[in-house]
């Protein structure tokens, strides 16, 4: 499209206007959610956008500690000895991009706990978030430990981990299922399945198996953070433990995959070379990367009965990869709708995920280096268990499309903002809709008819060739995206650039 205009001056005053209304938002309330909840209000609608504000208020407001100890509860934590919820966090006093509400040992004081996250990054301490029914064993997360090129130590710090340790001894004693699964020990002269005797080599057991604290980096990237005053724990300080390194890719490794990616889905999928350049791409090679993360953890909570530590160097990208995907495979109760839901907020929300930064969400962020894109990921590890699983998941493949799809388009606040103290700040959730109550009020679309419900524990093929590239998300039919002033097809998230909206364009919209 070009046009004419009778003098420069006129020309220059349309440009203004075109690039001021193309422009990103520079302020959180300039977003489309904001604008699309008080059109939705003024024009006193009674269609299904009014349900979805009214079912926001019942699928999630501010969480609370009542949501905590109600999931605390349905993972059999001992609440009433061995472990506690802490208020430390009330109105994010000691780690801004943290809930308010954390899951310790309750032998642990809230004043050791204040100590010891000090010796964090970000002041992200370590803190349970799962929890096997059956043997006991925890999953819990942090950012890397302040450790720098003198090598610091914090005894408040190795206190906490120790006191996870012990805490988990002591809750699968008590655990009532330890008799009936207990195990059966063989000799030379038979087998000895007495209760007496499956308990005592349990408890053997438990004091050989130490602490795994899986590090989601390289060991060459986590002490090149030492630089930075981060790094990993120090073996001789933490003698319970044991440290493995994942060796995942960063995010800038991810978003340079991202990008070739896109570059390639604009390409006719005709091509001799498409398969290779798909390769080329290693997209599905660091999707690989990260399911063998999460079955390590999987394997060490549910097959060694050892309790787990997972972080990264901030604790807010690879480790919510890792530790969602984990309990995803390990808790069928997540693999339900209402389960699924709980997982992103706890695992993801909650937990500080940076949503703006990464996805471009929200105001314009400066600095490119910031967006990855993280949670697309693993949604697309997610789609890869669903497609290896197909009877167990209660949602199908059209529910994750919606979630990818909405985690960029600006049209719900569910995943404005970095954190949830800063929409709690911005009353976030008052002032739009939740993505989650727009998935209910169309959930006969996002059903799996296939649902069984049989496994207890996935373990997926991470190999190459059993993993398949997911079209329908990037990849999209052509009649979906066609642009209406020239009919040239984008791939998506192409369009899913962030827009300020007056009410007055709005409304054209």
Request: glycine share 4%.
């Amino acid at each position: 499209m070009s046009c004419n205009f009778a003098t420069s001056e006129e020309c220059q005053k349309w440009l203004s206007r075109l690039l001021a209304a193309y422009a990103p938002p520079q302020k959180l309330e300039e977003v489309f959610a904001f604008y699309f909840f008080q059109q939705c209000h003024k024009e006193q609608r009674k269609d299904m956008f009014i349900c979805l504000h009214q079912s926001c208020q019942y699928i999630r407001n501010d969480r609370d500690d009542c949501s905590i100890i109600k999931e605390a509860k349905r993972m059999a934590f001992d609440l009433n000895g061995v472990w506690r919820v802490t208020h430390i966090n009330r109105n994010f006093r000691v780690c801004p991009s943290y809930p308010q509400f954390l899951l310790i040992p309750a032998s642990l004081s809230d004043k050791e706990l204040e100590a010891a996250a000090k010796f964090r990054f970000s002041r992200r301490i370590p803190t349970v978030v799962w929890r096997h029914q059956k043997n006991g064993t925890v999953i819990a997360r942090s950012s890397q430990p302040s450790v720098g090129w003198l090598g610091w130590r914090s005894q408040q710090d190795e206190h906490l981990l120790q006191a996870i340790i012990d805490a988990f001894v002591i809750d699968s004693k008590r655990n009532p299922t330890l008799v009936q699964n207990s195990p059966v020990v063989t000799c030379q002269h038979g087998t000895m399945s007495e209760t007496t005797t499956g308990i005592q080599s349990w408890e053997s057991s438990l004091i050989t198996n130490k602490l795994w604290i899986l590090d989601a980096r390289s060991y060459t990237a986590a002490v090149a953070n030492r630089a930075k005053g981060g790094g990993c724990e120090c073996p001789e300080y933490y003698p319970n433990c044991e440290i493995k390194f994942l060796n995942l890719a960063n995010i800038h490794s991810i978003r340079k995959s991202f990008h070739s990616l896109r570059i390639l889905c604009m390409l006719s999928t005709t091509q001799e070379t498409w398969l290779s350049s798909l390769e080329n791409t290693r997209w599905l090679h660091y999707i690989s990367d990260l399911l063998n993360a999460a079955l390590v953890v999987v394997n060490s909570v549910d097959i060694d009965q050892r309790p787990v530590l997972v972080h990264c160097s901030d604790g807010w990208d690879r480790t919510p990869q890792i530790v969602a995907l984990a309990e995803l495979m390990l808790d069928p109760f997540y693999r339900t709708l209402e389960g699924f839901r709980i997982l992103v907020e706890k695992e993801w929300l909650d937990f500080g995920h940076k949503f703006c930064d990464r996805c471009s969400t929200g105001p314009r962020r400066d600095d490119p280096s910031e967006k990855s894109p993280v949670f697309l990921q693993w949604l697309d590890c997610v789609y890869q268990l669903l497609h290896q699983f197909p009877c167990e998941f209660e949602f199908n493949q059209q529910y994750l499309l919606k979630l990818a799809e909405h985690s960029f388009s600006n049209l719900f606040g569910t995943f404005l903002c970095n954190t949830a103290q800063q929409r709690q700040k911005e009353r976030v959730n008052q002032q739009t809709f939740s993505v989650w109550a727009y998935l209910n009020s169309k959930i006969d679309a996002f059903l799996n008819y296939l649902f069984v419900h049989d496994k207890e524990v996935l373990r997926p093929s991470c190999r190459l060739n059993h993993l398949v590239f997911w079209e329908e998300l990037y990849i999209r039919p052509e009649e979906h995206l066609k642009c209406k002033t020239g009919g040239q097809s984008f791939p998506l998230f192409d369009l899913a650039k962030p827009k300020k909206f007056t009410e007055q364009n709005h409304m054209k919209v």
